[in-house]
């Protein structure tokens, strides 16, 4: 009975409607099948209302394992890490509550985001202990946690270990290498990965050998990675594409990078107009990095505090304080930093180049 309630989950836009429906569910009985209150859990959550999906769980009897993960997942959704972890902790004390293995991707994702490897250990030992090790979304969520923190050995360790190595899998190693300053380690992982032939690199994973080959300050590596997407036709979606015309502006290769940038208009997003602007700024082609933010305008893009950032050094290197103080209007106009956490030191630095 329960099942035929699921569609009208997806008929809920506003806490009020799911509001009426959880009371609904309360009048039939049906709040207390365990399917139905966990969907109510999630959907509140989803309203942005955590402290109902807490009120929910809270009243059900005895929640079964599925709706611990659940609660727990959105916890993490919402950013309360710290509080995901001790619902974990909370849920492996309930000595009647079998662990679930859906359980084990949300906790440690809030470990890595916490920094805490004592308890990211601690829960890989739980993973260990219950028979998980071989499960291979827990195993890749292991190698992120270990790569996040800076342990790459322990991620290397998960890796070799690991029964099958999806592109997924590959694509965390290869990034956890680069972001922790062993680019070259990177590229080589990746080499392995096509050498071995065993799954196919997709745009997610190009991402980070673009970011690779950036660091190492190779243009001809970059060019042949670039070569590589489209011989292979990997899709050159939004975030790869960002990806390459950073490349290209981090190695001095403007033309690339313009031809990157104006190739599809549909792939001109916010983040490549600012990563556009930033090239510009990195060659010191301050007023091209204007320019492109006129331009940015013309198209009617949304730009973002980082855009911003790039138009104001581009205006203090230039000395334009007029237009620098422009745009500290349009920052004001836009609520887009209201407390200036972000664009507060810029800001001050700005003045204090110009004089002011």
């Not at 890490?81 to 974990?88: D, G, K």
């Not at 939004?238 to 990078?257: E, H, P, Q, T």
Request: aromatic residues 10%; hydrophobic residues 40%.
């Amino acid at each position: 009975m329960t099942v035929l309630y699921m569609p009208l989950f997806r008929r809920c836009t506003n806490s009020r409607t799911l509001s009426q429906l959880h009371a609904h569910l309360f009048i039939t009985g049906l709040h207390s099948h365990p399917p139905a209150t966990t969907k109510l859990i999630e959907s509140y959550s989803q309203m942005g209302n955590l402290e109902f999906s807490r009120r929910v769980f809270d009243t059900f009897p005895r929640p079964d394992s599925f709706m611990w993960c659940v609660l727990i997942k959105c916890y993490v959704w919402g950013g309360f890490l710290e509080e995901a972890i001790s619902l974990y902790q909370e849920m492996v004390n309930q000595t009647q509550t079998q662990i679930s293995n859906f359980v084990f991707p949300s906790v440690l994702k809030a470990c890595s985001s916490c920094g805490d490897l004592g308890v990211g250990g601690k829960v890989h030992g739980r993973v260990i202990k219950c028979g998980f090790e071989s499960d291979a979304v827990i195993e890749t969520s292991l190698l992120f946690m270990y790569g996040e923190m800076g342990y790459l050995d322990d991620a290397c360790k998960v890796f070799d270990t690991m029964p099958v190595r999806d592109v997924v899998a590959w694509s965390s190693i290869v990034l956890n290498y680069v972001q922790n300053g062993q680019a070259r380690e990177g590229l080589e992982t990746f080499s392995q990965m096509i050498s071995l032939a065993v799954v196919e690199p997709d745009s997610v994973a190009m991402l980070s050998v673009a970011e690779a080959c950036a660091e190492l300050g190779s243009l001809k590596l970059g060019r042949s990675v670039h070569g590589f997407v489209v011989r292979r036709e990997i899709e050159i979606h939004a975030s790869l594409n960002k990806s390459l015309i950073a490349m290209y502006g981090k190695l001095g290769d403007l033309y690339s990078a313009e031809k990157l940038f104006g190739t599809v208009s549909c792939l001109m997003t916010t983040a490549s107009w600012t990563q556009m602007i930033s090239c510009y700024n990195q060659s010191g082609c301050f007023r091209e990095a204007m320019n492109v933010f006129v331009e940015m305008q013309e198209f009617k893009m949304e730009p973002n505090e980082v855009t911003m950032m790039g138009v104001l050094c581009a205006c203090a290197r230039l000395g334009r304080v007029k237009e620098g103080k422009s745009v500290h209007g349009f920052v004001i106009r836009r609520a887009m930093d209201p407390e200036l956490d972000t664009m507060g030191p810029v800001l001050m630095e700005f003045y204090v180049d110009s004089g002011n």
